[in-house]
């Protein structure tokens, strides 16, 4: 049972397509997709349902959900009755990457205004039946002289209906209709709380993950990677995989695979293939040496991205309380739930790639320069992969797929191990990061300054587009030209005098096999908000609610490009969140503790300023003031394992509502958010700093 | 390469393998069932677990030749959503997973310990569930659904 029958039988979504996905697609006269044609977002079905073409996906977040809603809403429709056809290059433009934050206010701001297109157009046709004014109520169109339906004004047939595109590609992609939007007071069905359509599949098994592809005569592979980076292959012993079942080994200059019918036949042979590997230089320098390398790189670039004020002379004002922190952040994998996996055919001259890469159409465009075939012939097709975060390993399993597909004539599948996945994903950068706040006496920071220097969060691309930013392009010679960016961590606090700004340093190894650095998670990266929500707790001034003296949060966020709806977001109970980054970005700060606490990976430098505490170097937690507010921090900080088991993460029962449920109860606003945002990236500021135009960045982040 | 004969989900299947070949690559493999997921193959994640007559076990180092003559259960062979397992039931009200790629091992896992102890107390069930994984964070959400489950099975 596919997951369409699923929905139509299980009844708590009751959906009757009458037509699969491509239905419509079969019929006569189907405009080309292209972001001018209101069909490339918009199909109404035979019985009147209706599918929305989103080119972004969703990976659980309930993406999907809220693009149903806001469609349906413009069209006067039931959620229910709109399908959201996502994440494949067949049936969706470059709407950018899942970009999970702003998934919904970059990507469904387009679908909003081609539903409400949608709903003028067939408006108007519906007046020339039952004459104006017209009226919709779920689909059901009436007029002074009638009754007409969305199904019988245009089910199963093209608008063929023209909008202006903005001829942006990825987030920033945009249209303008003549249709204006509803207004929010006039909403019926954007904000009632519906039931995410992904849950039952997941939890009954009954649809298929990328990891579940099989093709007719699909090839098993692994790829044989390098035992560390930097390294190039000196030899290889084809004769210590003979023996293994069809297994044979493909090569292309560096890199490697092994291939065979049976999956375990793979996997034997990835094991007992003999590869020498001739290291090209020196060794990395130890882990332990990894910070005090970094402050002692050459700086490649250097960026005060915001300069406000005077802070030179603000920080040597007299009576003023100096808190400096410096903190060293490692190089970290994303560590996806499982390897990546990706499937790749190639037949009659077109190659279908199944990938769990949060951005398919870019893995269309990297796996047509791979193989030098034209766009059009490339399909990729997102199905949910093993994990989704940043730009993890399931960009690179596709492009391998595709090649070993076209090397082999024989679809493949390429699943990595468990070493290939953490080992070999971009990795977000090592840097450290300096900082101070000078605090008067009143408790008002007067002056703020942020720098971070490490390796550049661009070493390879946010996306998958360009061979060079792949593993196989790199291992077969393409090496990546790596743009110099950093990033500044945002602050919704309104200091007088700041600096905030950043260095680069150069990588360790520019080709064959280097040790990738990209956004972790999100493209600004979860490491910058350490001082900041360090120095809320250490500030050591007066203030409620573990400001640390910080003054309210102010909102500061800047208005949707070409939408011009506020991104400040409604709390369910009206109110704005003001500050709900700062609370989303605090929760990752506790994360990031524990792991220096428990582990030592990373190690935290962290010092008062002698106008506050002597000098005495002391861990931040030890300065709440109520013991039990020091009990949930403390608990926060422990591993998150050992407090599972402890009973510590506590479920909540019956019909309570499910926000929250690891928050800190004091800090409301962090309650509200932190379930929606915990495993969101924010790949927001990179769109909103103006990077749009860049098309490294307009597949944004997430 | 020797046959192995056991059932899944309630049916008779033979595969051809080598004894040490993982179970987990003869279910996704040889049988073409997709519910135990590689997640680690070093029994370090739960996502591969199936129950091996009633025992949660991790199929990515579970050797095929230790299922001979054994009864094989899935997450499909658990429930359906026609007829679902009680923890499927309430996974699903609660709408636990995120990605869901780890979820199998967790329900898998749940659905051996509630069999043995349907009342066990959240420490037990906190014992039962220790060293599986899940990278989107929904622990909490599990454990409200593993006692909405309970309550709907008293």
Redesign the interface.
């Given at each position: 049972m596919d997951r369409r029958e699923?929905l139509k039988?299980?009844g708590?979504l009751v959906v009757s397509f009458a037509a699969p996905v491509e239905a419509l697609a079969q019929v006569a006269g189907k405009p080309a997709l292209v972001p001018t044609e209101l069909d490339s977002w918009i199909a109404v079905l035979p019985n009147g349902s209706v599918q929305a073409f989103f080119g972004k996906m969703d990976?659980?977040?309930g993406l999907d959900v809220a693009v149903a809603q806001i469609v349906a809403e413009e069209l006067d429709l039931g959620a229910d009755k709109v399908e959201v056809v996502m994440g494949d290059t067949a049936t969706s433009c470059n709407q950018g990457g899942a970009s999970g934050s702003t998934g919904v206010s970059n990507g469904a701001r387009l679908l909003r205004r081609a539903a409400a297109e949608a709903r003028r157009v067939l408006g108007e046709r519906a007046a020339e039946k039952v004459g104006t004014p017209v009226s919709v109520e779920d689909g059901i169109v009436s007029g002074p002289k009638g009754k007409t339906s969305y199904a019988e004004l245009i089910g199963g047939r093209y608008f063929h209906h023209q909008v202006e595109w903005n001829k942006q590609v990825g987030n920033p992609m945009d249209i303008k209709v003549p249709a204006k939007s509803k207004a929010p007071s006039e909403y019926k069905v954007v904000g009632k709380p519906i039931?995410?359509r992904?849950?039952?599949w997941?939890?009954?098994?009954?649809d298929?993950?990328v990891?579940?592809v099989?093709r007719p005569g699909m090839l098993?592979a692994r790829v044989i990677r390098p035992p560390r980076a930097a390294c190039k292959v000196r030899s290889i012993d084809p004769a210590s995989i003979k023996g293994i079942r069809g297994a044979r080994v493909i090569r292309e200059k560096d890199f490697v695979a092994v291939v065979a019918p049976?999956?375990?036949d793979a996997?034997?042979a990835a094991r007992a293939l003999k590869v020498e590997w001739e290291p090209l230089k020196a060794p990395f320098p130890p882990m332990s040496e990894l910070y005090q390398y970094i402050r002692g790189a050459k700086v490649v670039k250097r960026e005060d991205e915001v300069k406000q004020g005077d802070i030179a002379n603000a920080f040597n004002a007299a009576g003023l309380k100096v808190v400096q922190a410096e903190y060293e952040w490692p190089f970290q994998s994303h560590?996806?739930?499982?390897?990546a996996c990706a499937v790749a055919e190639i037949k009659d001259g077109s190659c279908t790639v199944w990938t769990g890469s949060q951005k398919p159409h870019f893995v269309r465009d990297g796996v047509a320069r791979l193989l030098g075939m034209p766009d059009d012939k490339v399909r990729a097709i997102w199905l949910?992969?093993?994990?989704?975060?940043g730009r993890n390993d399931a960009g690179d399993a596709a492009m391998d797929a595709a090649f070993l597909a076209k090397a082999t004539g024989k679809p493949v599948r390429v699943?990595g191990?468990?070493v290939d996945g953490t080992a070999w994903d971009p990795k977000g950068p090592a840097c450290v990061h300096r900082a101070r706040a000078a605090i008067d006496a009143s408790g008002k920071v007067v002056a703020y300054e942020f720098i971070s220097k490490g390796f550049s969060r661009q070493h390879i691309a946010t996306n998958e587009s360009q061979v060079a930013d792949s593993l196989i392009g790199q291992s077969m010679g393409v090496a990546p030209k790596p743009h110099q960016i950093f990033g500044t961590p945002s602050e919704s606090y309104g200091f007088e005098n700041k600096l905030l700004g950043w260095e680069t340093i150069p990588q360790f190894v520019e080709h064959c096999s280097p040790l990738r650095t990209s956004h972790f998670r999100d493209p600004v990266g979860p490491g910058d908000p350490f001082w900041f929500r360090a120095v809320r707790g250490r500030g050591g001034a007066r203030g409620g609610r573990g400001c640390g003296g910080f003054p309210p949060a102010l909102p500061q966020q800047p208005a949707a490009p070409g939408g011009g709806e506020s991104r400040r977001r409604k709390s369910r109970l009206g109110e704005p969140r003001q500050g709900q980054r700062h609370s989303v970005r605090r929760s990752q700060w506790h994360r990031g503790r524990r792991r220096r606490a428990g582990r030592g990976r990373s190690l935290e430098r962290t010092y008062l300023g002698a106008a506050l505490l002597g000098g005495a170097r002391l861990r931040s937690h030890h300065q709440s003031r109520d013991p039990a507010h020091h009990h949930r921090r403390q608990r926060r900080a422990g591993s998150?394992?050992h407090a599972?088991?402890?009973?510590e993460?506590?479920?909540?029962?019956g019909d309570e509502r499910?926000l929250g449920?690891?928050s800190d109860p004091r800090d409301g606003r962090r309650a509200a958010v932190h379930r929606h945002h915990?495993?969101q990236p924010s790949g927001d500021r990179a769109e909103w700093r103006g990077r749009a135009d860049d098309p490294r960045h307009s597949g944004g982040g997430g | 390469m020797a046959k192995y004969q056991f059932t899944v989900d309630g049916k008779r299947v033979s595969v051809d393998?080598?004894p040490d070949?993982?179970l987990l690559?003869a279910l996704?493999?040889?049988l073409?069932l997709?519910?135990p997921?590689?997640?680690?193959?070093?029994a370090?994640?739960g996502?591969c677990t199936v129950q091996l007559n009633g025992e949660p076990v991790r199929s990515c180092v579970m050797p095929v030749s230790a299922a001979a003559g054994k009864k094989v259960t899935?997450?499909?062979g658990l429930?359906?959503?026609?007829k679902?397992h009680p923890l499927?039931a309430a996974?699903?009200a609660?709408?636990?997973?995120?990605?869901?790629?780890?979820?199998?091992g967790w329900?898998m896992t749940a659905a051996a310990a509630l069999e043995k102890n349907p009342k066990a107390s959240?420490?037990e069930m906190?014992?039962a569930l220790?060293g599986l994984?899940?990278?989107?964070?929904t622990?909490?959400?599990i454990?409200?659904a593993i006692?909405r489950a309970q309550t709907s099975m008293v």
């Open positions: 699923f039988t299980t708590g990976m659980g977040q039931p995410r992904d849950v039952a997941k939890v009954y098994g009954t298929e993950f990891t579940d099989r098993h049976k999956e375990w996997v034997r560590a996806s739930m499982g390897p949910a992969g093993p994990g989704s975060y699943q191990m468990r998150f394992a599972f088991r402890r009973g993460v506590r479920p909540r029962l499910r449920e690891l915990a495993h | 393998a080598q070949m993982p690559y996704r493999d040889d073409a997709n519910n997921h590689f997640g680690c193959g070093l370090q994640c996502a899935t997450l499909a429930g359906t959503p026609e679902p499927q996974y699903v609660e709408g636990v997973p995120q990605c869901g790629y780890c979820i199998n329900i959240e420490a906190r014992d220790a994984k899940c990278r989107c964070g622990h909490a959400a454990l409200r006692k």
